[in-house]
C-alpha cells in the first residue's frame, strides 16, 4: 500500500499564496500518476490538477489554470501544489490522491491523503 501525507494548509488572504505537499511511502511510483482534489463544505469532491510521475505530464481544471501549478520530486517521493492568487473560493479541504492516471472523477484513486485546509478569507 502507499500512504499519502498532506502538509502545508493554513490562512491566506486572498491574493496571496500556499504550496501544498504531498509525501508518499510505501512502493515506487514510476508507474502511476499523483492529482489533487479539493472538497467545500456541501460541495462534491472536485479534481484540481494531475501529474504523471515518470513524464511530468500535467492537467488542470480549468478554475485553477494559469494560477495553480502542480509539480513532484521523483527522488522525494513528493508532489506539491503551487497555488497563487488565491480566491475565496478556492476555500476547501485539499486531499492529494495516487492513481493509475489523472482522472478527473475520485472514482479509480487508489490512495488518498487526510487531506488539508485552505482557507482564503476575503
Known amino acids: 500500500q502507499v500512504q499519502l501525507v498532506e502538509s502545508g494548509g493554513g490562512l491566506v488572504q486572498a491574493g496571496g499564496s500556499l504550496r501544498l505537499s504531498c509525501a508518499a511511502s510505501?512502493?515506487?511510483?514510476?508507474?502511476?500518476?499523483m492529482s489533487w482534489f479539493r472538497q467545500a463544505p456541501g460541495k462534491e469532491r472536485e479534481f484540481v490538477a494531475g501529474?504523471?510521475?515518470?513524464?511530468?505530464?500535467?492537467e488542470y481544471a480549468d478554475s485553477v489554470k494559469g494560477r495553480f501549478t502542480i509539480s513532484r520530486d521523483a527522488a522525494k517521493n513528493t508532489t506539491y501544489l503551487q497555488m497563487n492568487s488565491l480566491k475565496p473560493e478556492d476555500t476547501a479541504v485539499y486531499y492529494c490522491?495516487?492513481?493509475?492516471?489523472?482522472?478527473?472523477?475520485?472514482?479509480?484513486?487508489?490512495?488518498w491523503g487526510q487531506g488539508t485546509q485552505v482557507t482564503v478569507s476575503s
Open positions: 490522491a495516487l492513481g493509475p492516471g489523472t482522472f478527473r472523477s475520485p472514482g479509480p484513486y487508489i490512495s
Open positions: 510505501g512502493r515506487s511510483l514510476s508507474r502511476y500518476a
Open positions: 501529474i504523471w510521475w515518470s513524464g511530468g505530464s500535467t
